[in-house]
């Protein structure tokens, strides 16, 4: 087979779309042939592809009004008092910048009109693309009026709603409330003024305007957009950073030279990050029997920085520089600068993250369609409290949904999961009961094992389906399930055994297991107690409860992943009782899976989130028996891992029994020598997995940064949220060493090191009394004091539970999560603009601005969506307009009491309101990580949601922490110790004092 060019696959249109191929007058002039076919989602809009006409290229430009739109935080000065809040002006007095982008423009290779490829290495010789970027500082540039076409579309599924009775201007009015008269956060001193503090919301809130407008080129820009603002990214051969975020774009070229910025050098990684509306699908590129191309002594695969040499005949690794031979099978000549004549046909050397399928020396067993295994508990608690009828209704709704009932010939059905891929279902009470669901059976054969200690799989035919081959059979076994069981009702289940038989069943394929568990399980092998009496937080006892030593979980954690098997936990403790979730979710955590959890569960309330979340489960992009390898040029070297995995020596893979869509691993870099400025870091991660259709890949990341001789760059490339996620993500992993209260003081110690030395070492004239802020770290110290008041890490009494879940969580969470989960999006409905919640001109979802999460932002008679990625509160002020609640909720629904306390979704009604907050709604649920979008009512006075709201308002003091503005007047006085040299460090072991303890091994692995 003559793998030249590459087998690009025939039978999946969808999974590759032409080249990215820009032509050398930039993609600008030319329009972009990969979001040709971006659909538009909203009718009635027309669909605006037209390119963007950006004749400098990567930003328009400025007009001198932009600035105004960013509180001039130099002048805060003398507004507060004492402390002096500054935000350091490099990156706002910007009058180099025209000049600077020529400079960036001229390092093209010979023939680079005015934009060639955009720095990528055409020749031998890697350029230095980034050093000589205009730094992109967050805020000002963010505001610029600019328009171009429309390149992006904000991804909603579905098309909007629109209202068949708009509102009228009076009908506005009534809804919205006077501003509230009540204290604002202010700080001990009283001084500081809480307006002028940098804020999240504005920082999400500008740069989303401007990515609707815009994409983001991944060579040309050096600073991705915050996690939590959608954009299309355009893959210039630097991989999106919806797969990869470097914490430092720009390196430090020695250990010294980082530690001065206190900074972790750091990468996150989420390698099967879901794509948004409008990005080409990421190609699969077949390189038959030979495999793809790679470095003899790396192993690093072939990439958009491998250049080529001898006229084609060799190519030499950008990670270690080794110059390999080019196999006859993959030779092309080189063009007179160096170039592949073919390069641009060539996926591989043109995009940053791409698929390679992968020959047999990389399977450890034949491919095959992913196995789906639900395990349903059937004892009395899940049937009482109506668990297992809304985990039967959420399989039945994930499989079936959308599915005609009676397909007419020749019409495909619509499939949930992949061709290939099957489903088999076993149900667990103290018995375990096994299904043969065969598609010839009337209806379901139940075969049930009693024997805990050894128990077998009794059959050998039939527990393995397709579910659309066997939908009848499935679903009536599923809706009879409740019934059944409802007049058995064994009390107790007994979980490790049907966990042990489960992967026996999968052993020879691997494959994913979907759990329900309602209540603790205390019969049988492996049963467990309740290990939590609620008082031992704060003490040394407290550490235990958040891990577990049980051996028979442990093992069984161990042979999930040796079988490729992952598992995702469905737990519900009805009376809100313990279920030893650091026991049973060490499992998920080990084998790459979740644990959903649902701590209160009511079922009017909860089913709906709870069959939105099996669906989202079943139907992400989900891998299996997947092993994962990061590579970085010489000179760097893997320190440390942090996320959920199997890990059994440092310097081995990665090892996932599943891995999914939403989840990232942070990896840890330090020097093994120094950095030459004059070359650039190269960084790839490889995931070996197997897709859920039954094929070998390997998903290729590539990533590159440039080197500096000191620090002074990295500062202006620093990248807030993946900073915020590796230490996020390394404090979690310290749980189990480290009492909570320890790894609080270690976050604060940190924030105050990093901001420290900023101040120390990167800023000029600014007086003493000064906090100065990074301009790309602005909003850091709110993240970290959000992290502090998470559950994760609050202080006072937490049920382990709960701490634990939400540790586990933030292991394995991607940025955009995380930024939600430390800073709730707040949307005001009852002032919202006539227009908000629609498409404007060019189709794009008009969002209103976000409110700070701050009591002192709420107003009278107002109603606000307050999401944190996990839950989504509506509360509603005991003064709400009754005209609000009729618009939102119908008629009869005019005050609060009217209301239906457990309603979790809007009903769908006509007015003006409630498609505006129905589309709102769909916009937040398609921005999300894992968990699904329900709304939980919070009616001022009535509901314990309350505590939710005031809880997520984390600019107030609360969760036995400050307030925000206490919290930067604390951080300051330790910074001005530090700089005074009086600083007495609280906690002598920092975050990231181990990291570099540890030596990176570079293994050769995969053939
Ligand atoms: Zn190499």
Redesign the pocket.
Known sequence: MNPNPPQQRKNEPNKFRPPVAPSPGGYQQTGSPAFAQTPNQYIGTPSQLASPTQEQGYFPPQPPSAQQNEPDMNNLTSQMGAVGLGVDGAGQQRTHKKKDRHAYHNIEGPGGSSQAFNGMPQSGTPTQFLNQNTPQMGGAQWASPQITPAMSQFPAAAPMFSPSNPASNMQHATRTGTPMTGSAASSSQGRVDPEHIPSVPRSRDVPAKYYLEHVYPTMEHHLPPPALVPFVAYDQGNSSPKFARLTLNNIPASAEALASTALPLGLILQPLAPLQEGEPAIPVLDFGETGPPR??????YINPFMTFRSGGNKFV??????P?DVSPEYFAPTDPSGVRVDRMQRPELTLGTVDFMVPKEYWSKEPVGLRWLFLIDVSAESVNRGFLDGFCEGIINTLYSGDKDTPEDGEDIKRRIPPGSKVGIITYDKEIHFYNLSAGLDHAQMLVMTDLEEPFVPLSEGLFVDPYESKAVITSLLTQLPQMFSEIKNPEPSLLPVLNSAVSALKATGGKIVCSLGALPTWGPGRLFLRDDGNMHNTDAEKKLLTTEHPGYRKVATQMVESGVGIDFFMAAPSGGYLDIATIGHVSAMSGGEVYYYPNFHSPRDTLKLSNEIQHTVTRETGYQALMKV?CSNGLQVSAYHGNFYHHTFGADLEFGVIDADKAIGVMFSYDGKLDPKLDAHFQSALLYTTASGERRVRCSNIVASVSEGAAEAMKFVDQDAVVSIIAKEAAARVTEKNVKDIRAALTEKTVDILAGYRKNFTGNNPPGQLVLPENLKEFSMYILGLLKSRTFKGGKEPSDRRVHDVRMIKSMGPLELSLYLYPRIIAIHSLDEKDGFANENGHLRMPEGVRASFSKVEEGGAYLVDNGQMCILWLHSQVSPNLLEDLFGEGHASLKQLDAFSSSLPVLETHLNAQVRNILQYLQTNRGSKALTLQLARQGLDGAEYEFARLLYEDRNNEAQSYVDWLVHVHRHIQLELAGQRKKENDDSLSSTASTFVGLRTPYWG
């Open positions: 470095c003899r002594r790396c192993r690093a690794c950008n990670m270690c520089t080794f390999n590579r």
